[in-house]
């Protein structure tokens, strides 16, 4: 069929051309279409359920909002895992699907789930966040102006910019983080009520009452429809105020003689401040899962200075972080080590092939490569990053067409003018057309297992692999086709093959080579496997984590302090950290921003004794702290020690919420405890603290804070209730009402504000006031409110989080200056040693531990599959198992030689690098095949004996063996040593291609010849 192929191509050159113009020029338009990311979206399916109760601790959240919404979802098809967290005024819970469940329809089986729950009256209902993912938050941008209060900014964000924004395509959600949200808030006098005989609960139905529009239908008039509208929502302070409560004595009581109204704003979840100076309003922009963060960042920035001209004068926008920043720099990485390893790839050729024309023409099959894997890469939905495009080597894309090239200069240059140039072509390409073919479809073949990675893993490296399937097929296609057509343009039947100093230099170098492997081949047998053993023992040294780390150029610092500390205070620890990193990283940090507690739309939920501290770094040449990214974060992490009271964890933006949400984690490694009793959960943590402490590498070692919230509790004395005749409900009121009640909205145009119910600000400032409070009985007398409750102050839960409804506490930690594998380990003998768990309580760990264990184990079925592949290719190939056993030897010469990069380089094995094994074990076999196959075509078509044909196929194929060598490792060499942004997860995988493929040329150009020696005269008799 093959043949066919190539014949057919060489009678019918121009159609072959015109296909080939239809192809670059899909190429091209692909390539305009093709979605851009930094790597690939690894949030699973979830979807996050968030409830706001602004007035709730967190035990009552628990039991009245999260304990219900867990209940409801569970039993779901291909539900995964449940988490939650209930903390003060929000719930949320995050359902995790299965890999593969359409996102629409796990939100429309919570949605029918969620109708069926049930709720205490005057909850909320629960809403379902964004659909949107870990790398969703794209923008995040600041309102300020100088002579506008919070609450204005706040307004003007969410009935201003936040609209427009909506409407830019791609975008899920605009949220607003910190600010104030505007209120109208009724603050009724407790004294006046009793005055005037009433409860806290005739004002509340009062208003509600009093305060709303209604519709009466129509009336007809003279034949003409009239519309009637009842109008009497109040829009005004003023009309507020002039509701009539009651009447006292004929005399109407109005809402203004039982309290006053004012502007105020919601009770404050979050706040915001940026660069040491105040606080402001934070607007995060979110994309819609699957778009093209590029493109919807573009288009928000775009919108947004739209908006921009339709504010006030004195208020401006700032953008702090932008998704395209990091993507332009991450693709730039990969545009740089492309085009390098392209320009070293057609410098070996031009110096090999000693021919412009030759050179030129194999140097083709690279962009005509580059340009149908963009096809089909449109086609498949995989977006160009940093993972999909890098591990394309141009070196592997070549070498096929390197192979032909080569035979055809050589043949033309042996039989020059002879016979007509496409005879001489056609012969040329049907002579290696065999293991060429063979050799790419192993390198193809061996790339396919990648595809049964799963999770995290799987997600990460499926695009990787997808794309480089995609490249090696369209470099097969061409080299039937395209190559053959060009090199009868080309090359004219006048070529004359020039001497080559470097390959008769490299060819007089192997000559002793190869003389002594085969006069001493049972000694290089022995050495070969005295090499293995080697690596053997080298590759029990490496040490292992999930993925390199990528650095962002941007930094989080995720701020604790205690349990129970107030909005203000955290706030002020906010900006004085901001001061204080400003002052001593003038030139390395160009914006810093905090974030604390919740944002409008609780896509983070964290307490006010949480603040997320981000860093936008300037470009490294301005630099001059620190030469490198986490030299960076470690002196900032000394800078922060004189802060007491405080724990730091440095992560980075994509980093924080992409480890958040596939594990509910923000560092390399959890350690989830499991049980009922918060405290025993928090004596345990504790224990495991201490002993994470003292394992080497450990930093950022952090318990997660449970407890240590101050509370006060009132609770109602039923005897005394009854005694004076007081329903429990008015207690109940006067207590709801320190917090807010909501009794309807006001509308002033298109905005709209809630009404609110509180008490003074005197008695939600002091706990002693509350209990000055009198109430009054039906008998017109007054009780302090001291002898129906009783007080105490305690301390409770600030968080209480759980997973698959059992409560959980976390022990984080990120690992330093060592691998995340060998830690894990000696972490779990020390916890399963030195710490005794009560009865019923357990460990278990997560992070990104999780998908190493996860990915480790299913490497060790993949790579298995992946050489069985490979044996069966080259069986097909060769007819004979002992030559294919034989070219398969150079499978464990290229693994050693990448265990020995990675140990020069003092590299841990990561995912990418088994990656990079999976790929040299097709590589290394390139050469092995060509080889042999010249070998056994002497000895079985012209006779020669087995050492006569080593020796003259070691001169005739020397050249395209190192070449193809060559081109594959220099096509890595600029990712290996490229330093810039997002170099670091192409590092291990290039560090073992080169590694793998220098070893295996080197080692099988001396092996290989020894092994066929004492073997290959047997093959026949085998398949026989």
């Excluded at 790419?440 to 990675?453: G, H």
């Excluded at 690098?913 to 390139?926: N, P």
Aim: with cysteine.
């Amino acid at each position: 069929m093959f043949d066919a192929i190539v014949s057919w191509s060489l009678r019918n050159r121009l159609i072959v051309l015109v296909f080939a113009a239809a192809f670059i020029g899909a190429g091209f338009w692909s390539l305009a279409r093709l979605p851009i990311d930094a790597f690939p979206d690894t949030t699973p399916a979830q979807v996050q359920i968030n409830t706001s109760a602004p007035s709730l601790n967190p035990i009552e959240i628990e039991q009245q909002i999260t304990f219900p919404v867990e209940q409801a979802i569970g039993g779901l098809p291909a539900l995964r895992d449940v988490r939650s967290i209930s903390k003060f005024g929000l719930s949320q819970v995050v359902a995790v699907f299965a890999d593969g469940t359409d996102i629409y329809f796990a939100r429309q089986l919570i949605n029918e789930r969620l109708q069926a729950v049930e709720l205490p009256a005057g909850l909320p209902r629960p809403q379902m966040g964004p659909v949107a993912t870990g790398l969703g938050e794209v923008l995040h941008y600041l309102v300020r102006g100088e002579n506008h209060s919070l609450a204005e900014l706040t307004t003007l964000h969410n009935w201003v910019i936040r609209p427009q924004l909506l409407t830019v395509p791609g975008v899920a959600e605009v949220n607003t983080w910190g600010g104030e949200r505007r209120q109208y808030h009724v603050i009724v006098d407790p004294q006046r009520l009793i005055k005037y005989g009433l409860t806290l609960n005739d004002v509340i139905e009062t208003l509600r009452k009093n305060n709303e529009n209604v519709g009466g239908g129509v009336i007809s008039d003279a034949g003409e429809l009239h519309l009637v509208h009842g109008i009497g929502l109040a829009t005004t302070i003023a009309e507020l105020e002039a509701i009539v409560v009651t009447a006292h004595d004929g005399v109407p009581v109005l809402l203004k003689d039982v309290g006053r109204v004012r502007e105020g704003h919601q009770i404050r979840r979050g706040a915001v401040t940026a660069n040491g100076k105040g606080e402001v309003v934070l607007g995060l922009g979110f994309m819609l899962m699957g778009e093209n963060s590029h493109e919807v960042t573009q288009r928000l920035e775009r919108r947004l200075r739209e908006a921009e001209e339709s504010l006030p004068e004195g208020v401006a926008i700032d953008v702090l972080y932008e998704r395209t920043e990091l993507v332009d720099r991450v693709i730039a990485t990969v545009r740089t080590n492309l085009l390098e390893g392209a320009l070293l790839v057609i410098a070996v050729l031009f110096v090999f092939l000693g021919n412009l024309r030759a050179g030129l023409i194999v140097a083709a099959a690279i962009p005509l490569a580059m340009l149908f894997s963009f096809s089909a890469m449109l086609q498949f939905g995989i977006a160009a990053s940093l993972l999909s495009l890098g591990a394309i080597d141009f070196g592997l894309v070549v070498d096929s067409s390197v192979i032909i090239v080569e035979n055809c200069v050589r043949r033309l240059g042996l039989e020059r003018g002879t016979r007509s140039t496409l005879d001489i072509v056609r012969d040329a390409t049907l002579e290696v057309r065999k293991p060429t073919m063979f050799g790419e479809l192993i390198i193809l073949i061996v790339y396919l297992p990648i595809l049964l990675l799963e999770g995290v893993e799987g997600q990460l490296f499926r695009p990787m692999a997808l794309t480089v399937i995609f490249a090696l097929t369209g470099s097969l296609v061409f080299s039937l086709t395209l190559v053959p057509v060009l090199a009868s343009f080309g090359l004219g039947t006048k070529a004359r093959e020039r001497g080559n100093p470097i390959v008769r230099g490299a060819q007089w170098l192997y000559r002793p080579v190869v003389r002594f492997a085969l006069r001493f081949r049972r000694m290089v047998a022995l050495g070969g496997l005295a090499v293995l053993l080697l690596g053997a023992l080298l590759a029990t040294r490496l040490g292992s984590t999930f993925i390199p780390r990528l650095y962002e150029e941007a930094v989080v610092v995720n701020t604790v302090r205690l349990a129970g500390i107030s909005l203000d205070e955290s706030v002020r620890y906010g900006l004085r950290l901001e001061q204080l990193l400003k002052e001593e990283f003038p030139d390395e940090i160009r914006d810093i921003w905090s974030r604390t507690g919740t944002g409008q739309v609780a896509t983070d939920a964290m307490g006010l004794e949480v603040t997320d501290v981000f860093i936008t770094l300037t470009p490294r040449s301005e630099w001059t702290k620190s030469l490198t990214q986490a030299e960076l974060m470690a002196k900032m992490q000394v800078a922060l020690e004189v802060m007491p009271g405080m724990r730091a964890i440095f992560t980075q933006p994509i980093e924080m919420r992409v480890n958040e949400m596939t594990a509910g984690i923000r560092a390399d490694l959890g350690v989830k405890i499991f049980g009922d009793d918060l405290e025993l959960l928090k004596a345990s943590a504790a224990e495991i603290q201490g002993v994470l402490q003292a394992v080497p590498g450990a930093a950022d070692v952090t318990a997660e804070q449970v407890t240590g919230q101050p509370m006060l509790e009132i609770e109602l004395k039923r005897d005394a209730l009854a005694r004076h005749g007081i329903p429990g409900q008015q207690v109940l009121d006067l207590i709801e009402a320190l917090g807010e009640i909501k009794t309807g909205e006001v509308r002033q145009g298109q905005r709209r504000f809630d009404l609110v119910l509180r008490l003074a600000d005197v008695y939600r400032a002091d706990p002693m006031a509350v209990r000055k409070l009198w109430l009054p009985t039906e008998s017109g007398e007054r009780i302090p409110i001291a002898e129906l409750v009783d007080f105490r102050q305690v301390e409770g839960p600030s968080t209480i989080t759980r997973e698959w409804q059992k409560r959980r506490v976390i022990v984080q930690a990120n690992v330093r200056d060592r691998d995340l594998g060998s830690f894990v380990e000696e972490a779990k003998e020390r916890i399963a040693s030195e710490v005794e768990l009560p009865p019923g309580y357990f460990v278990s760990f997560g992070g990104q531990f999780e998908h190493l264990q996860r990915a480790s184990a299913r490497l060790m079925i993949i790579i298995p599959i992946a050489l069985l592949a490979i044996l069966f290719l080259l069986y097909l190939s060769t007819r004979s198992l002992v030559d294919a056993l034989l070219i398969a030897t150079g499978v464990p010469f290229a693994a050693f030689g990448g265990i020995l990069a990675l140990w020069l380089r003092d590299l841990p094995f990561t995912i990418s690098a088994g990656v990079g094994f999976v790929a040299v074990s097709g590589v290394s076999v390139l050469n092995g095949l060509v080889l042999v196959s010249t070998i056994r075509r002497k000895i079985d078509a012209e006779g020669r004996s087995v050492e006569d044909a080593i020796e003259e196929t070691r001169l005739l194929r020397l050249r395209p063996i190192l070449m193809t060598a060559l081109v594959a490792a220099l096509g890595f060499v600029p990712m290996a040593l490229n330093t810039n942004v997002g170099a670091e997860v192409q590092r291990p995988l290039a560090t073992v291609v080169i590694g793998g493929v220098i070893a295996d040329n080197l080692l099988t150009l001396m092996v290989l010849p020894a092994l066929y020696a004492l073997f290959g005269g047997r093959s026949r008799r085998v398949v026989g």
